[in-house]
T-cell receptor, first 110, second 117 residues
Framework: GQNIDQPTEMTATEGAIVQINCTYQ??????LFWYQQHAGEAPTFLSY????GLEEKGRFSSFLSRSKGYSYLLLKELQMKDSASYLC???????????FGSGTKLNVKP | GAVVSQHPSWVICKSGTSVKIECRSL??????MFWYRQFPKQSLMLMAT?????????EQGVEKDKFLINHASLTLSTLTVTSAHPEDSSFYIC?????????????FGEGSRLTVL
């Protein structure tokens, strides 16, 4: 594939914080995205990073280190509805390629 | 936010028939559309990148004669699965990118679930 790696599955407790990591190896990098996908539905956009650093959006934050080929999605104050798959995706080649990682299935327990 | 409409949401067809899936950007002009296929419990696999007015660029292993992609206008791209077989049964999703190139304009359609009998 496109060398975008994520853990397959994670479990966390309601109210807690969870960090989902994504590593990638690519040339022509144009940005990294995080999406949430519930079973049987299309992905919904969560965040986008193109520069190094942290982007915060409510309970969700995303971090990028371009030199390390590394990103993470941080979910705070977990809710049961956050149980879903989380996909990182890399945009590359002058915006002409958009590849997804294998996704991380997050299980939130009471 | 921007809206991408995909139609049909569900389609069941007989083996050997062709199925056309439409992807429309409703409130912005999409210079680039990406077509994906997703099998159960797997991630989205990029099939092809479609730029308005030019031929689609297919990923390795995707048969261009089987999966015909047309991006005739800035608001419409179509994927036609020709001579569909049961192994083509999958969830097909399009994603559209806007004219200005702002990455925030990358949005997904609702997806089309194809079942080939």
């Amino acid at each position: 594939g496109q060398n975008i790696d994520q853990p397959t599955e994670m479990t966390a407790t309601e109210g807690a914080i969870v960090q989902i990591n994504c590593t990638y190896q690519t040339s022509g990098f144009n940005g990294l995205f995080w999406y949430q996908q519930h079973a049987g539905e299309a992905p919904t956009f969560l965040s986008y990073n193109v520069l190094d650093g942290l982007e915060e959006k409510g309970r969700f934050s995303s971090f990028l280190s371009r030199s390390k080929g590394y990103s993470y999605l941080l979910l705070k104050e977990l809710q049961m509805k956050d149980s879903a798959s989380y996909l990182c995706a890399v945009l590359r080649d002058n915006f002409n390629k958009f590849y997804f990682g294998s996704g991380t299935k997050l299980n939130v327990k009471p | 936010g921007a809206v991408v409409s995909q139609h049909p949401s569900w389609v069941i067809c007989k083996s050997g028939t062709s199925v056309k899936i439409e992807c429309r950007s409703l409130d912005f002009q999409a210079t680039t559309m990406f077509w994906y296929r997703q099998f159960p419990k797997q991630s989205l696999m990029l099939m092809a990148t479609s730029n308005e007015g030019s031929k689609a660029t297919y990923e390795q292993g995707v048969e261009k004669d089987k999966f015909l992609i047309n991006h005739a206008s800035l608001t419409l791209s179509t994927l036609t699965v020709t001579s569909a077989h049961p192994e083509d049964s999958s969830f097909y999703i399009c994603s559209a990118r806007g004219v200005t190139g702002l990455t925030g304009e990358l949005f997904f359609g609702e997806g089309s679930r194809l079942t080939v009998l």
